[in-house]
Every structure is written in structure tokens, then in C-alpha cells.
């Protein structure tokens, strides 16, 4: 009998694993390809993650707010779990991430009086946080996104208002590049940021790391977070983007993709499964999206999913749009997607 496959329908032959190829072994001459994780996915489920991702990163654990919540209070426990794991399978483990505006305690930024850390405490907090954390995993991460989100969205300068620029000054960003080196000589580190392709902003970014270069800072790559989606962004406008990075003469990392199945102004919550049209639509993105970045593959280095299946996303419960998404290779029962296959 010969019937479409549906979204759900995958033959039992291939869900029993001997006739699905591993994704990152297809891959094996052309980058890692890595999942963000939590030890919680790692429980439910790590036989996937083991077969088919040979890179890992911490969805969230190795955040500052998780790693030092209390000064000098650091918890190693739950980021320790996924770093064994990625020991345990023979794994990469990116760092994620040292400095940013977001999910950082609010005792960083107040100093011992109430009032704001003058720069001098915060730089200071900053590299004891840098210290510790970089130096717990050295030789286990291979790389670390040292600054995340630095740069404003909005028309008009070009580093985003933050505690971190307005108590520390412009030069927190170089300055966390030189402690994660000091820290660990051999880690590669980044600067990781979103809407990477949108003109403007990724004009911003090509500026800020050509100042990081030129001021003789230790940067060696930019992660692009890549959360696309299935109609958007354009193949020539990913293509501009890393020729514009890979002029720097950086490596570049895609560090969160994920392609939901909703453009950007479709709102629509009620959606229990997707359409044909939107299952074909994700497997075309997703084999034009991996064409590219094989023809890349001298300088992309690594590509990371920013989860495993569509069991779990971040992107289904973002606020005002809690809604299944469906971003992923794998569908809820970590089975083959027709996208996996485009990939594959
Ligand atoms: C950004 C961060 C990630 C994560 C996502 C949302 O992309 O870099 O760590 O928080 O937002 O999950």
C-alpha cells in the first residue's frame, strides 16, 4: 500500500532505530550538530540525544542566575549533570553564557550599601564569576558565548541600556572576553546575539566584534542564535550573514536554531496539529537551510539546535502565544519528522 506519510505516521521499521541514520554521523564531515538541554530532557530524552547530537549546551543551567545565586554561592550541580553527559557519550559541550542582561542575579549589580556596584565591584564580580565557572569546566567546554545580547535593537546606538553598560561602561564586553582567556587559554569564545540577519542589526554586530578585533580583544567566533522559523529569514539574507561574519575572518557557530511552523505575525493559539502545507513548508526550509550551511562548513563549526524534539520548546510557552510549534527534526515521540529526512 502505498499512502502518504503523515505528520505522526513514521513506519515502525524506522522508529525502532535500524533504519535511521544518526544526524550527526551524516554530518560527520561537515560540523557537530548539538542540542541545548536540561537535565531534565536529558532523563526523558537522552537515548535520542545520545544518537543523534554530538554536541551539547545548557538551555539555561550554566546561566549566572543558576551557577551563583547568592554571591560566592555557586551551584555546579545540575550544569555538572549535563557536562557528565556529554562526557559520558563522547559529546561537545558549548558554554552558555558568562555575561548578560538577562537571568543574572540582582546582587551583582547592587553594591554593599544598597546603592549600584560602582565599576570597579561589578568588574570584579564579574571575574570572579568568570573565574570560577570557566575554570570548573576547562577542558570539558570547548567554547563559551562569554557575552550575550549586548547590542540594542532599536534604531540608534549600538550597545543595548543594561545594568552591565550603565554600572561598568562600554568595555564590559572586552573585558569579559580577557577573564574567560585568562581564564581558559584554550576555549574558544564568542559573541552570541539574535536577529542576526535583520540588516540593521547585523551591521551592529559586524561592528562591535571588528572593535573587539581591532582593540586586540581574544575573540575567535559569533554565534548566530538562528531562531528562524519556517517562512523567514530569506536563504540570500542567511547567505549575506555569514559572508559579512566570515569576513572578520571568525568562526561562526548557529547556537539556538529552531524553525517553528508560525510566521512571526500569526498569533493563532487554537492549532492542535500542522497543516500539510506547513509540514512540506518545514521540510523545504530545513534541507535549504542545511544546503547552506554545508557549502559553509569551512566556517561554520558548529550547529546547535536549541532543543532535541517537539516534545519540549521554550517557544511553546512564550508568553501570549502558549501554543504547540513543532520547531524541530524530531516530533513529540522522538520520532523522524519528513523534515529530519530533508535534512539527512
Ligand atoms: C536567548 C538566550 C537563550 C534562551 C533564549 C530563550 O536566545 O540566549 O539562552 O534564553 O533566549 O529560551
Redesign the pocket.
Known amino acids: 500500500m502505498n499512502r502518504k506519510l503523515g505528520y505522526e505516521q513514521v513506519p515502525s521499521a524506522r522508529s525502532n532505530g535500524a533504519e535511521i541514520p544518526s544526524l550527526h554521523e551524516a554530518y560527520a564531515n561537515d560540523f557537530p550538530i548539538g542540542a541545548a538541554v536540561s537535565p531534565a530532557v536529558l532523563e526523558s530524552a537522552g537515548p535520542l540525544i545520545a544518537r543523534h547530537y554530538n554536541s551539547l549546551t545548557a538551555?539555561n543551567h550554566m546561566?549566572p542566575i543558576e551557577l551563583q545565586p547568592e554571591e560566592g554561592v555557586y551551584t555546579f550541580e545540575m550544569a555538572d549533570r549535563i557536562a557528565n553527559f556529554a562526557k559520558e557519550h563522547g559529546m561537545r559541550l558549548r558554554g552558555?553564557?558568562l555575561v548578560w542582561h538577562n537571568?543574572t542575579p540582582d546582587w551583582m549589580f547592587e553594591g554593599k550599601d544598597g546603592r549600584p556596584a560602582d565599576r570597579e565591584l561589578l568588574l570584579s564580580r564579574m571575574k570572579s564569576h568568570i573565574d570560577t565557572v570557566v575554570g570548573r569546566y576547562r577542558g570539558d567546554i570547548y567554547c563559551w558565548d562569554v557575552v550575550?545580547?549586548a547590542i540594542q535593537d532599536k534604531e540608534g546606538g549600538l550597545l543595548r541600556q543594561s545594568r552591565w553598560l550603565e554600572l561598568a561602561g562600554e568595555d564590559y564586553i572586552q573585558k569579559a572576553f580577557e577573564y574567560a582567556h585568562a581564564a581558559d587559554p584554550d576555549a574558544l569564545l564568542f559573541y552570541?546575539d539574535?536577529h542576526e540577519t535583520v540588516p540593521a542589526k547585523r551591521e551592529k554586530m559586524y561592528k562591535l566584534v571588528k572593535e573587539l578585533l581591532d582593540r586586540g580583544t581574544p575573540i575567535h567566533g559569533i554565534g548566530l542564535?538562528a531562531?528562524w522559523n519556517i517562512y523567514e529569514p530569506s536563504i540570500e539574507d542567511i547567505r549575506i550573514t555569514i559572508e559579512r561574519f566570515a569576513s572578520l575572518g571568525l568562526q561562526l557557530h548557529i547556537t539556538?536554531l529552531d524553525l517553528p511552523m508560525f510566521s512571526n505575525d500569526d498569533k493563532r493559539t487554537d492549532l492542535k496539529k500542522p497543516s500539510e502545507e506547513m509540514i512540506d513548508q518545514q521540510k523545504v526550509r530545513y534541507e535549504e537551510i542545511f544546503k547552506l550551511f554545508r557549502s559553509y562548513k569551512d566556517v561554520l563549526t558548529n550547529v546547535t539546535f536549541?532543543g532535541a524534539a517537539d516534545d519540549y520548546t521554550?517557544l511553546d510557552y512564550f508568553p501570549g502565544k502558549e501554543r504547540k510549534t513543532w520547531p524541530f527534526l524530531f516530533n513529540d515521540q522522538h520520532e523522524p519528522k519528513p523534515c529530519f529526512w530533508g535534512v539527512v
Open positions: 538551555e546561566k552558555h553564557t537571568q550575550n545580547e552570541n539574535y542564535q531562531h539556538e536549541w521554550w
